[in-house]
């Protein structure tokens, strides 16, 4: 291990231009990280089964999985503050249609034409990720420019207090006010966060489409995007970082959608939805304080070693969960894996930084992230059936069959991290690091 240097955040927080998306994305988060569980709350809340809920928020992650990477391809080539709004409206009428069905009892196949559309949800981690590169890339921040491992750091922190916040406040919101509170305050953050950010646009990234034979690019990096063919092959097909990180990432969302979902089953089990927000509550205090100290860690190890430990470190906290039958032994596992669980995202998407080109940055993050949806989509429904059919401690064995899964394949595939990431040449520009590819 390097050196602890607590002051590492200041650099960051200095950038004031960066307050405004940074603040637009982190309301666009708590929607984006509420919609499983909410789902899953607000129709079982309303008094319909947990097969059905687990099935409705099982098609919102595959549509977000289907949908997500080609939004984020939009983006790049047209802009955020073009194809963002539309994408989030799109999304909005999804979640209304969803909303109103529950509230005025229609028919239950109505719930999934509604889950297709409240697939398009902009991805918020890849749009502030997007922006950082290019304020930090181009020059424009100078010698005040924080480096890329802080940001990322920095951003992991912030996807972290929205990942295990926004699940508990929809679960809280939902039982003690309505079943709908939960989602519906997650859908006002999500339009309010879509307007802050568009009118943010003097630290938009420039969009690819239209520029000239001379680029738009940053200095270091003259016009890399601009010679992107526009329908290039997918980074999931051409980089094998990113496919084992995907996977990695399915096995990882699943292992949290049966989590979410066996919580609040448990819960209800107990005859108290309540406990659940509870539980959640402690679990990211937990992470959020967890990922914060770790953002002042400096790692002398390789970035494979790193993922490796991290994913070691995860899946034997989490696979513990086979041992949960009552709420005090969920809160001791939960306590314990919320200690790996940030340390391990803020690994993971530093490694995409340095498996893929600067220019295809936010593609790599979204389908990071899309890997974590998808596995999403099996999670809520995998755990549904085995609620149903034989109680949430046999869910939660589910569970931990998912989290032993994320060691074993980054074990296996140790080498082919080993060999993309090992020999990786970095320079200084200002403090940020660029890989030289």
């Known amino acids: 291990m390097g050196a602890v240097d607590p002051s590492v955040y200041k650099s960051v927080l200095k950038v004031r231009r960066a307050y405004g998306f940074d603040i637009a994305c982190f309301l666009m988060r708590f929607y984006q990280y509420m919609m499983n569980v909410g789902t899953v709350t607000m129709i079982t809340l309303s008094g319909h089964s947990f097969l059905l809920a687990g099935a409705v928020s099982s098609a919102i992650a595959i549509s977000t999985f289907i949908v997500a990477p080609q939004v984020s391809r939009l983006v790049d080539r047209y802009g955020q503050s073009r194809v963002v709004p539309f994408a989030t409206a799109i999304t909005v009428l999804g979640f209304a249609l969803l909303v109103g069905n529950m509230a005025l009892g229609g028919p239950e196949w109505l ?12 991805s918020a981690p890849a749009l502030a990720r997007a922006r950082w ?56 953050a999500l339009v309010v966060g879509t307007v802050v950010l568009t009118l943010s646009r003097s630290t938009e990234p420039k969009p690819s489409m239209g520029k000239g034979a001379a680029g738009q690019g940053s200095a270091d990096e003259p016009a890399k995007v601009a010679d992107v063919p526009a329908k290039e092959r997918s980074l999931l097909a051409t980089t094998p970082v990113v496919r084992v990180l995907f996977v990695t990432m399915m ?10 979902s066996t919580t609040v089953g448990l819960a209800e089990e107990l005859g108290d939805a309540n406990i659940a927000s509870v539980a959640l509550m402690i679990s990211a205090f937990v992470s959020m304080g967890a990922g914060f100290v ?12 790193q993922i490796t430990v991290a994913a070691l470190l995860l899946g034997g906290s989490f696979g513990a969960m086979f041992l949960i039958e009552s709420m005090p ?10 200690l790996f669980y940030a340390p391990f995202l803020i690994v ?38 085995m609620i149903d059919g034989f109680g949430a401690p046999a869910s939660f064995d589910l569970g931990a069959v998912f ?28 403090k940020a690091p660029v890989c030289q590819k």
């Open 294 to 305: 770790f953002g002042m860690l400096r790692f002398r190890a390789p970035q494979y070693q």
């Open 251 to 260: 096995f990882l969302g699943a292992m949290f959608g049966v989590y979410d």
């Open 329 to 338: 032994v969920l809160l001791v596992v939960t306590v314990v894996g919320s």
């Open 403 to 430: 989290a032993i899964a994320i060691p074993v394949l980054i074990l296996l595939f140790r080498r082919v991290l080993k060999s993309q990431l090992r020999n990786e040449n970095y320079q200084e520009v200002g």
């Open 111 to 122: 719930c999934f034409p509604a889950a297709v559309l409240m697939g398009f949800v902009p």
């Open 133 to 188: 590169t290019h304020l930090i890339r181009s020059g424009e921040l100078g010698k005040d420019a924080p480096d890329l491992r802080t940001m990322f750091s920095y951003e992991g922190v912030l996807d972290d207090i929205g990942f295990m916040f926004g699940p508990s406040i929809s679960i809280a919101l939902a039982s003690s006010i309505a079943p709908v509170a939960g989602m519906l305050a997650g859908a006002i």
């Open 348 to 385: 993971a998407n530093a490694t995409v930084e340095r498996a893929v080109p600067t220019e295809r940055l936010t593609e790599g993050i979204t389908w990071v992230n899309a890997g974590i949806t998808c596995g999403m989509a099996v999670g809520p429904s995998a755990a549904g059936f």
